[in-house]
Structure formats: structure tokens, C-alpha cells
T-cell receptor, first 113, second 111 residues
Framework: DAGITQSPRHKVTETGTPVTLRCHQTENHRYMYWYRQDPGHGLRLIHYSYGVKDTDKGEVSDGYSVSRSKTEDFLLTLESATSSQTSVYFC????????????FGPGTRLTVL | SQQGEEDPQALSIQEGENATMNCSYKTSINNLQWYRQNSGRGLVHLILIRSNEREKHSGRLRVTLDTSKKSSSLLITASRAADTASYFCATDRADDYKLSFGAGTTVTVRA
């Protein structure tokens, strides 16, 4: 158990509303990631963080922002949700043990109507 | 863009048979990893092979890496119903803490 929780686990929202997803880790690891998973695309990196207040964009960052004010929490915000952001969102951590293995949370299923 | 591509997209086998799936990638890598995802769950790390390794074993898993062909294969021997899942390869580059995932292979093991 990597000690990663995500909240909420399921959310239905309407187009144009802001949405924030939370990822929480219990072990204070430096690297955290947000991915989205869509059929036929595997996992695509949205944003990642390499420390408190240190974040960078991934390959599909448009329409998303992140914040990390504490080591244990990494927030993903959809500023104005669109139907194309309907997806399953996964948070992951890297324990920094040298080989880049990542440990994943249980996922958040987001539906934008 | 994604680095890895798995082949086949889907695989159906009988319990007890072996399952083989392949991953091809585009640019030089530092490590290649394989992950499993059971339906409705997060990904779980299975095995990692470094760019200077050619083969690695872990239980019923065997991974090979051919850097000249930019490809890897994952073999699951004596498959069980519990091996039913999607399998993803992921690559990284030196001094980079990001992973690039393929689209995955869905394996169904029939009883």
C-alpha cells in the first residue's frame, strides 16, 4: 500500500464549472504526478510536482492547473470543465529510490455533462 | 506524444497458457517498466529492466529488452484467471522523473 488517497472517487459536474481533485500521500515523497486515462490512450501526464510549490506541465496540461502547498497534497483543478475532460484521473508518487517506479492512487472518475 | 506502443491491443488465452505482449518505443531510454491494471483500479508496478540489461525474471514474469530494436516483451507463464488485466509499458530517460506510457494490452485469461 503506497498510502495514496484520491478524493472524490467519483464526480459528475456540468460544463463550465470548476472542479478540484485532491491527491494525498502519507509518506512525504517529493515527486507527485497527475495523469488522465482514456480508452486507447493509456496514461497521459497532465502535470507533475517535484516539491512544495514546484510544478511543471506534462503533455496534456491545457485546461488544467495544479497546486502543491504541502508535501502531502497535490491538487488538480479544471478551471472550467469541458466534456473532453471526462476521464479517469490518477495520482501517482515516485518514492525516489533510484529507479523511477511509480505508485498509483485508486483513481477519480470524472464525468462532465 | 506517447513513447511506447504495446502489441497486441488485446489477447485472450486459456488458463495455463503463456501470454506474450510487446512494447516498442521511439527514443533512447534509461529504464523500461511494466505495470498491471485490474479493472477499476490504479496501476501496479510489476518489473523494471534497465537499458543495460537484456532479460529479467520475477516469479512467472519474464521481461526482455532489445535496445537495438527499441522493443521489449513481457511473458507471463502458466497464466491464471487472476492475470486478467491490462498491461502497460512505461519508459523514462536519464535524469528525468517522468514516465511515458503506452496504450496497453488487455489480457483475458479464460478458465
Amino acid at each position: 500500500d503506497a498510502g495514496i488517497t484520491q478524493s472524490p472517487r467519483h464526480k459528475v459536474t456540468e460544463t463550465g464549472t470548476p472542479v478540484t481533485l485532491r491527491c494525498h500521500q502519507t509518506e512525504n515523497h517529493r515527486y507527485m504526478y497527475w495523469y488522465r486515462q482514456d480508452p486507447g490512450h493509456g496514461l497521459r501526464l497532465i502535470h507533475y510536482s517535484y516539491g512544495v510549490k514546484d510544478t511543471d506541465k506534462g503533455e496534456v496540461s491545457d485546461g488544467y492547473s495544479v497546486s502543491r502547498s504541502k508535501t502531502e497534497d497535490f491538487l488538480l483543478t479544471l478551471e472550467s470543465a469541458t466534456s473532453s475532460q471526462t476521464s479517469v484521473y490518477f495520482c501517482a508518487i515516485n518514492k525516489g529510490q533510484g529507479y523511477n517506479e511509480q505508485f498509483f492512487g485508486p483513481g477519480t472518475r470524472l464525468t462532465v455533462l | 506524444s506517447q513513447q511506447g506502443e504495446e502489441d497486441p491491443q488485446a489477447l485472450s488465452i486459456q488458463e495455463g497458457e503463456n501470454a506474450t505482449m510487446n512494447c516498442s518505443y521511439k527514443t533512447s531510454i534509461n529504464n523500461l517498466q511494466w505495470y498491471r491494471q485490474n479493472s477499476g483500479r490504479g496501476l501496479v508496478h510489476l518489473i523494471l529492466i534497465r537499458s543495460n540489461e537484456r532479460e529479467k525474471h520475477s516469479g512467472r514474469l519474464r521481461v526482455t529488452l532489445d535496445t537495438s530494436k527499441k522493443s521489449s516483451s513481457l511473458l507471463i507463464t502458466a497464466s491464471r484467471a487472476a492475470d486478467t488485466a491490462s498491461y502497460f509499458c512505461a519508459t523514462d530517460r536519464a535524469d528525468d522523473y517522468k514516465l511515458s506510457f503506452g496504450a496497453g494490452t488487455t489480457v483475458t485469461v479464460r478458465a
